[in-house]
């Protein structure tokens, strides 16, 4: 027997539930891990919510975690009992204390990266990687807009973007969030809860606007965000974590022939080769110190409630993973 966070019905943080579940023996192709760190991502509100219905009820929400192979499921060559492995799934199952897991999503982690560590960083640095090197190749001396800029994917994504050696324009919500940005490398913060952050970006950048925006707030800054663009520029909207974003006429794209891209994680992940592939660029990232594991919060993962109460509510920086 073992425990887990049982979603039954979508709605408030109430709604995730501290079960008993049957975990099993591995089966063919499986992995029995026993998890040691979970990540949490506003992604798992939005399923909690019911914004997305990607999770079968009922279910185990949560899609990444670290932790040990328990069991080893016939066919599986690559991994041994006692190995330390970290996995993203979408098709959830991560907020247990024990799982099985398809053996062909389990990476070896690096000894340089903690448990901890990699529950915190590794899907975020993954996205990040995704925005800055997949979705559009960043050039060193480009502007960029960032919003979100203190939080678990901000961080990361400012850091690497200024390795790479554009200029950052971070947007946050608060004076001690705007620390963190520029502790993170931002040329220019702004407070956008009390700020015009379209006016201020026209400012900063003489009126040339950015040629990339990263929005991942959704509803309160798309169409800012679209506004901000120079020429060519390309709006990357990457999350919703202020609501989903309403229709718009594609014509505003015409006012400096810009683009809207809307990418997903789990698309750029999907075969086993671009996996690792982004994987290894990640923990060389934050073995190279370009990205940092930032835990904002830690949370018993009885008590995954509190982790989306506190992410829901703009009050986290950095990541929040939960403890089994
Ligand atoms: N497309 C993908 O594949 C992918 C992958 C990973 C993450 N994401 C997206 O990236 C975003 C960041 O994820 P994360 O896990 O790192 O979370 P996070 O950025 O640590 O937390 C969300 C932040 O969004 C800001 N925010 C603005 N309006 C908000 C509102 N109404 N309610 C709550 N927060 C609001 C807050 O920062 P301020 O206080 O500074 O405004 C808050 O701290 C999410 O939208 C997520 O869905 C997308």
């Avoid at 887990?4 to 539930?17: F, S």
């Avoid at 679209?226 to 974590?241: A, H, I, R």
């Amino acid at each position: 027997m073992s425990r887990a966070i049982v979603l039954r019905e979508t709605g408030g943080p109430d709604k995730l539930l501290w079960e008993n579940i049957e975990v099993g023996e591995a089966r063919a192709g499986e992995l029995r891990i026993r998890h040691t760190a979970i990540g949490v991502n506003f992604h798992d509100t939005y399923v909690r919510s019911g914004l997305y219905r990607t999770l079968t009820l009922p279910g185990i929400p949560g899609i990444e975690a670290t932790g040990i192979v328990e069991q080893v499921g016939a066919g599986v060559s690559e991994f041994v009992r006692g190995d330390r492995i970290y996995y993203i799934d979408e098709s959830y199952g991560g907020y247990a204390e024990a799982r099985l897991l398809p053996a062909r999503l389990a990476i070896r982690l690096p000894d340089s990266i903690s448990d901890e560590a990699a529950a915190s960083i590794t899907l975020k640095g993954l996205t990040a990687d995704m925005l800055l090197h997949h979705v559009r190749r960043t050039r060193s001396g480009e502007m960029l807009l960032i919003h979100a800029a203190a939080g678990a994917v901000g961080q990361s994504l400012v850091r690497w973007a200024k390795h790479i050696g554009a200029s950052v324009i971070a947007t946050v919500g608060t004076p001690s969030k705007a620390e963190i940005a520029r502790e993170c490398g931002a040329d220019h913060v702004i407070l956008y809860r009390q700020e015009d952050f379209v006016e201020r970006v026209a400012q900063l950048t003489a009126g040339r606007g950015v040629d990339a925006a990263y929005d991942s707030v959704g509803a309160d800054t798309f169409l800012g965000s679209l506004e901000c663009l120079g020429y060519f520029g390309t709006l990357v909207n990457f999350g919703q974590s202020s609501g989903a974003v309403a229709p718009f006429s594609v014509s505003l794209l015409s006012r400096r022939s810009n683009s809207v891209v809307r990418p997903l994680l789990f698309h750029y992940i999907r075969d086993r080769v671009s996996l690792q592939a982004m994987a290894d660029a990640t923990f060389a990232a934050i073995e190279a110190g370009v990205i940092k594991p930032q835990i904002g919060l830690r949370v018993p993962l009885a008590e995954a409630r509190e982790a989306h109460l506190a992410l829901e509510s703009r009050s986290t920086t950095g990541a929040v993973i939960l403890l089994p």
